[in-house]
């Protein structure tokens, strides 16, 4: 399991720094007066440079009932310190799910800089649908309508929210009372709350009170606070606060913040195993995968000319990516950790990536297959403490010999792979009768996802170059190339395929095209290119021409916007971990055929670095040829700031050679030095 860095355990018992309000106290009667001294203390503009406002303090009481219900007071207050910080305090959204929560305002005033306060009627507020884009469900948000604010002045905001907040958890039972809101995993509590904000902090409080039979958990990650854990009239409460912090400053291409900001995360579940026991038990109690004789005979179709498991598997598993259209329709208390039951999906023909996972399980089981669902958190990392942090769910195929493979058939429309390696160095729990611990995926060779960029091209003395590039990909460079024609019109693929090229120099003429279907994932994806590229070689006052040779410049990875070419290279030393899509061997040679009797001037020496980010480069003159090789490999994912530095000098190093140019004097074979 990941070790855990910067991490402050906070399970301890007894006070730390301060003593605990009583256990039932839930206090926001605060006096105007009281409000506009603590906004005065958390100072100006002046205090905080380059910030639009200031949180003068976030505290949060949480109570929560024997059943795992909980209801939160949030009390804010935040002056603005700009006429930006003001136009974004003038509204403010409280988002939510009515099968999942419900939240309301008791209180919004507005505590101006001359002294003055107003009030917001909490009558005002509004509620209104969420806009959404392929999963239809019920979110809603709140609009409370502050209204027009000046810089310096303060808005003090107190809400109540009630039940849980879980992308893909709408299990609601219609109970007209808050017991609707008992998280689904009955009598247990979690919470994530984010130590971190847009704007500096002085104050952030977080206070749970909890009946003494509940086997709380919690732990701080990234950061430091001071902690009280005490009993009080008969109940456990903890309380973490943290004081003065700034915003986190962003690095390009870094991990989500939500890996690396400090973050507090509690929970009462016993450990992983319990989790993933309870997640399957879930499954198998509402029959979510019953093999109807719909689902036997179409898994038979599927498979019937096939005679390996693997291949089996994957057909099964492409069929879902491709035949399930990805869209969440909102079907009330079908929804969350109970998938739909795989019949419903295959007849509507769609949804999200439960179901994806779902119909997957019961066609491998038609087949013969065990298979069962597994959670995991794409795009983030799930830490070791078992609290609900995941967003995706997947298919956990059985092997006869007890291993298991993970399947992903919302990620893998258009890819030859069967669990996509965009999601290595990532959490899973599968939800298997005996229970799992929390699994890491691991690194997917870089040499499982191959571009290979060849070009056969001749110059001609008015420096016009002919030739063809054939590419070939494999893996998730593969993926990335087919993803340039799917989902368009056939009869725009020409244009995709002058891409390829046009992108280094639209001067270039395509003439002549022999790709693979990029619909056809029975093989890796190759395409051959036939072009000609008038004035490629800039003609020089003394006769002379000057180039930088065409793969050296990597004209499909400039198709592909490819993070070998578009990855910021600052700063230099990093704070955070940087990610990519997926690790990748990136080969690029061409053989130019010069003009007779051409000399070469400003050959680069040849590259050799090692280490996260490798790179093998030589450039030389063979007979009547240039002859270049480059190869480029991204050993991972995620590159820790200590491997930072050796995947930048490789990045750099092949930016580098792709803006070297070459002088070609006529006169004499052969070539010069740099």
Avoid at 39 to 48: E, M, V, Y
Avoid at 347 to 359: E, F, L, N, P, S
Avoid at 387 to 398: I, S
């Amino acid at each position: 399991m990941r070790r855990i860095h910067r991490a402050v355990v906070l399970m301890l018992a007894g006070a730390f720094v301060f003593a605990v309000a009583s256990a039932g106290a839930q206090d926001w009667s605060v006096t105007a007066e009281a409000l506009r001294a603590a906004a005065a203390s958390a100072g100006g503009a002046a205090a905080h440079p380059g910030a639009d406002a200031v949180v003068v303090f976030d505290r949060r009481d949480v109570e929560v009932e024997a059943s795992g219900l909980s209801r939160t007071v949030r009390h804010t207050l935040t002056r603005a310190l700009t006429r930006a910080g003001a136009r974004a305090l003038a509204v403010d959204l409280l988002p939510y799910d009515p099968l999942s929560a419900d939240v309301v305002v008791l209180r919004c005033r507005v505590i101006a800089a001359d002294g003055t306060v107003r009030e917001v009627d909490p009558k005002d507020v509004a509620d209104a649908p969420d806009p959404q884009n392929l999963i239809f469900w019920n979110a809603r948000h709140k609009t409370v309508p502050v209204g027009r604010l000046e810089p310096d002045d303060a808005v003090e905001l107190v809400t109540r929210r009630v039940g849980f907040t879980y992308a893909l958890l709408l299990a609601g039972d219609g109970s007209p009372d808050e017991s609707r809101f008992v998280p689904p995993m009955k009598g247990q509590f979690y919470d994530i709350v984010p130590f971190w904000s847009a704007w500096p902090v002085v104050e952030q409080r977080y206070r749970v009170s909890i009946p003494l039979d509940k086997h709380l958990q919690y732990q701080l990650f990234d950061g430091a606070a001071e902690v009280s854990d005490r009993v009080v009239e008969g109940r456990r409460v903890v309380t973490v606060t943290a004081r003065g912090f700034q915003p986190i400053v962003k690095e390009p291409g870094m991990v989500a913040l939500s890996d690396v900001a400090p973050k507090l995360i509690l929970t009462t579940a016993a450990d992983w195993k319990a989790k993933s026991v309870w997640f399957h038990d879930v499954q198998e109690k509402a029959n979510c995968f019953a093999v109807t004789p719909e689902l036997k005979r179409l898994a038979g179709e599927i498979t019937a000319s096939l005679r390996t498991d693997e291949e089996k598997v994957a057909a099964l598993d492409h069929w879902v990516a491709e035949n399930i259209r990805y869209v969440g329709l909102h079907m009330g208390a079908g929804e969350g950790y109970t998938l739909h039951p795989a019949a419903m999906t295959l007849r509507d023909r769609g949804g999200v990536c439960k179901d994806k996972a779902g119909i997957l399980v019961a066609l491998l089981r038609a087949a013969g297959f065990e298979s069962y669902p597994a959670m995991t958190m794409a795009g983030e990392r799930i830490e070791a403490i078992a609290a609900d942090q995941f967003n995706h769910c997947v298919t956990v195929w059985r092997k006869p010999d007890g291993t298991t493979a993970l399947l992903d058939p919302t990620w893998v429309p258009g890819v030859r792979e069967l669990w996509s390696s965009r999601e290595q160095q990532q959490e899973v729990l599968m939800g298997l009768p005996e229970g799992a611990d929390l699994l890491t995926t691991p690194v997917s060779p870089p040499e499982n996802h191959p571009l290979e960029v060849t070009i056969r091209s001749a110059l001609a003395p008015d420096g016009t170059l002919t030739g063809t590039m054939k590419v070939v990909g494999d893996g998730q460079s593969d993926a990335a190339l087919r993803r340039l024609y799917r989902g368009r019109l056939r009869c725009d693929w020409p244009a995709v395929d002058d891409a390829m090229l046009s992108g280094t120099d639209p001067r270039v003429e395509v003439l002549k095209v022999a790709r693979l279907d990029p619909d056809d994932l029975t093989r890796p994806f190759t395409i051959e290119i036939a072009f000609r590229i008038p004035g490629y070689a800039l003609r020089l006052d003394d006769g002379s021409l000057l180039l930088t040779p065409l793969a050296a410049r990597d004209p499909v990875g400039q198709a592909l916007h490819a993070e070998e070419l578009t990855l910021g290279l600052d700063p230099a030393a990093r704070r955070y971990p940087v990610r990519i899509g997926c690790s990748k061997l990136v080969t690029l040679r061409e053989r130019m055929t010069l003009p007779p009797g051409a000399t070469v001037k400003g050959l680069p020496a040849a590259v050799a670095l090692t280490g996260s980010g490798r790179l093998t480069a030589t450039w030389r003159v063979s007979g009547d040829a240039l002859e270049l090789e480059e190869t480029l490999t991204l050993t991972r994912r995620i590159f820790t700031p200590e491997e930072w530095p050796s995947l930048r000098a490789a990045l750099a190093a092949f930016r580098s050679l792709a803006n070297t140019p070459l002088a070609l004097a006529t006169g004499g074979r052969g070539k010069e030095g740099a």
